[in-house]
């Protein structure tokens, strides 16, 4: 079911046993969900829930991510040690919460010596939903904003991800030719994207789930392939404005 | 008991830090390893740190931080007894990434994690050049983020703030009157090379909070800030060229006069006879030389680290976490949250 392409490139990690049974640690905090779990990944089967922790909380991600992780572990009869690599939701999402998923995936990998993938958390969202048609994942950007892509009934990504007024995206909607929609986005913005009146089923998909994320990242994981660097996709910049010129504190 | 490996990591502002030292069975501090990757850069044309810019250049930094720290100690993650993380205070989103990555490494390896005050860490970096600290000291901490006086009754045991700032940091002063004067940012280093060739009596700027009835030890440097400002301004509405250097003397001059006097008069007000300096001003030159001149005039026993372990560093968070664990402090719960206005009295979060 995974094909490995010959140009993946092989891995320095020795570790694991090569295409069996792959643990996997999945984690996300691009959304409200604080998510960990613990995922059976095998090459001929669809990857096997073993346990999860998922909080909904924008602002705890950074006391709850690790506490859950080793939660999950815990109630899949597992421990750090037996992880053989780490899938993580690389956004894009509210800079803060985001920045917690890839900083511990990213040090669980170093002091483990085990692969981190990112993967786009929109993708894992698009699996999760199992649409088998043309799909919209949004999810909510704040400032009343929403992050979005756009999936062909396979899954696969052919627009996006972006950050937009759903407004603005709701004059693009009819031309993208769309049939579902997924993601807390959607279901937020249902009205002003004007889904019903395009004729687009609202799905239950909410928010990643650890196995959508190792779908996301199933074919590198499965071949040891080296993961890209853990890099948030931000998709805006920073707030900073540079000084104008200084202000007199004296009456001219 | 054998040597224990404290790892220490800091993110509270624009300096990614980790920092590895040994713990001896006496409860000596020795430094093995200290690396810093600063994003000072990227903020120096927003003319002070932005915390989002700051928060994104952390994420980057830290494993290739913790690779460089571990290679220069020459140990590795599996070695480390136990991990200090600056916890509070500083910026929210960068406190976090740090904090993030502290907990990972910590539950990766089953090691205990202690989540530290930043503060408590610019006073225990002292102890990684000067030795122990002795039972009663004052600390003056002095730096782009805090100004300070603080009495220091053993690091992992009572540290109790005794003045602070009521407006600007001491170096955000400096920042600020760099720009007047049209020098880069950050304003420590331009304008103790400025003041050098400067006249640092040449002009009267006030000294604040020095009146009878202010609080003798807290600071207050905007009144100084605006003061410069008016002076610069009359100086180009007369059509004269600005004395840069006289102005930047003078200014430090004002700085430095009130920070060691308000630290004298505390240390012989509380009867303790050693002055610790430590943060990103202790290194201006004006400021430690005063220092030196009066502390020896009171009697008083004057420690400064050496600039590096001034500012931030990781360094710093591995040594008040070394006495920690050597004061027998059970670890911080992995739940732990990051404070960004955690009170300095709080050396620990529980
Ligand atoms: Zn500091």
Known sequence: MFHLDADVKSSRFRHAVPLTTVLVLALDTATPAVTAGVVDLTPDSPPRLLAQRVTLDAKAHGELLTPHLLRALAEAGRSLADVDAIVVGAGPGPFTGLRVGLATAGALGQALDRPAYPVPTPDAIALDAHSGVPLLVATDARRREVYWAAYDAAGHRTGGPHVERPADLAEKLSSLGLAAAAGEGARIYADVLGLAGLGVTLLDAAHPTPVGLVRAAAREVLARAEPAPLTPLYLRRPDAVEPAARKRVTRA | ?350
Not at chain 2, 43 to 63: D, I, K, T, Y
Not at chain 2, 100 to 119: D, E, M
Not at chain 2, 157 to 183: F, N, P, Q
Not at chain 2, 284 to 307: D, K, M, Q, W, Y
């Open chain 2, 1 to 350: 008991m054998t040597d224990r490996l404290i790892l220490g990591i800091e993110s509270s502002c624009d300096e990614t830090g980790v920092g590895i030292v040994r713990l001896g069975p006496d409860g000596a501090v020795e430094l093995l390893a200290d690396e810093v990757a600063s994003s000072v850069e990227e903020h120096a044309r927003f003319g002070g740190v932005v915390p989002e810019v700051a928060s994104r250049a952390h994420l980057e930094a830290m494993l290739p931080t913790m690779r460089r720290a571990l290679d220069g100690a020459g140990v590795e993650l599996a070695d480390v007894h136990s991990i200090a993380v600056t916890a509070g205070p500083g910026l929210a989103g960068a406190l976090l990434v740090g904090v993030s990555a502290a907990k990972a490494y910590a539950a990766a390896l089953g090691k205990p994690l202690y989540g530290v005050n930043h503060l408590a860490g610019h006073v225990a970096a002292d102890t990684l050049q000067h030795g122990p600290l002795p039972k009663r000291c004052l600390a003056m901490l002095v730096s782009g983020g805090h100004t300070q006086l603080l009495l220091v009754e053993g690091l992992a045991h009572s540290i109790t703030e005794v003045g602070s700032t009521v407006d600007d940091a001491a170096g955000e002063a400096y920042d600020k009157v760099a720009r007047l004067l049209d020098l880069p940012y950050p304003g420590g280093p331009p304008i103790d090379r400025m003041a050098a060739r400067g006249d640092r009596c040449a002009i009267a700027f006030p000294r604040g909070l020095t009146g009878p009835r202010d609080n003798t030890y807290d600071f207050s440097f905007s009144g100084l800030k605006t003061a410069v400002a008016r002076w610069v301004e009359r100086c180009e509405r007369a059509g004269e060229e600005v004395p840069v250097a006289d102005v930047a003397a003078s200014f430090q001059e004002a700085v430095a006069d009130v920070l060691t006097s308000k630290a004298i008069r505390a240390a012989k007000d509380l009867r303790v006879d050693t002055l610790v300096i430590s943060g990103g001003v202790a290194a201006n030159s004006r400021l430690s030389g005063l220092a030196a001149e009066r502390c020896a005039e009171a009697g008083i026993e004057l420690r400064v680290p050496r600039p590096r372990l001034c500012t931030d560093n990781g360094a710093m968070i591995a040594a008040i976490g070394a006495h920690l664990v050597a004061a027998g402090r059970e670890p911080s719960p992995l739940d732990l949250s990051t404070v960004p206005g955690l009170p300095v009295g709080t050396v620990q979060i529980v």
